[in-house]
């Protein structure tokens, strides 16, 4: 499954939970998210990726962009869609900005559930 394929399938499911999601193409600044969502009141971004190892590789001025919308208070969550075993994992960056966290990691079936599962949790948080 390509980037672009995991993508229509997490727009599908976020959709299904009544997540307002717009895919972004731009071609001004590099390194914006993929999708910008609003759910629960709450605003965030996410990166996909599709990966053939277990390594999320993040381009230079993707990890800046993350980094400032991060500093700023924003959310922006990298969700990678893993082909050598059918899964989906859901990432965010850590607080050093460099680095970045797996929250879950989830086959794919499964996936759409907990990711809405987290973004719940997430409005629960001052």
């Given amino acids: 499954m390509n980037e672009r394929i995991a993508s229509k399938y997490i727009l599908t499911q976020l959709r299904k939970e009544k997540v307002h999601c717009q895919r972004i193409e731009s071609v001004i600044d590099q390194g914006i998210p993929d999708i910008n969502c609003c759910a629960y009141g709450m605003e965030f971004w996410i ?4 990966v053939k190892a277990n390594k999320i590789n993040l381009r230079a001025v993707q990890m800046a962009w993350h980094a400032k919308r991060a500093r700023a208070g924003g959310m922006v969550l990298i969700i ?3 082909n050598n075993d059918d899964t989906f994992s859901l990432s965010t960056i850590q607080n050093d900005y460099k680095t970045l966290k797996e929250i879950c990691r989830e086959p ?3 996936f759409g559930g907990k990711l809405i599962a987290f973004i719940k949790y997430l409005t629960t948080l001052e």
């Fill in 80 to 82: 990678a869609y893993h």
């Fill in 47 to 50: 990166e996909m990726k599709s």
């Fill in 108 to 110: 794919k079936k499964e």
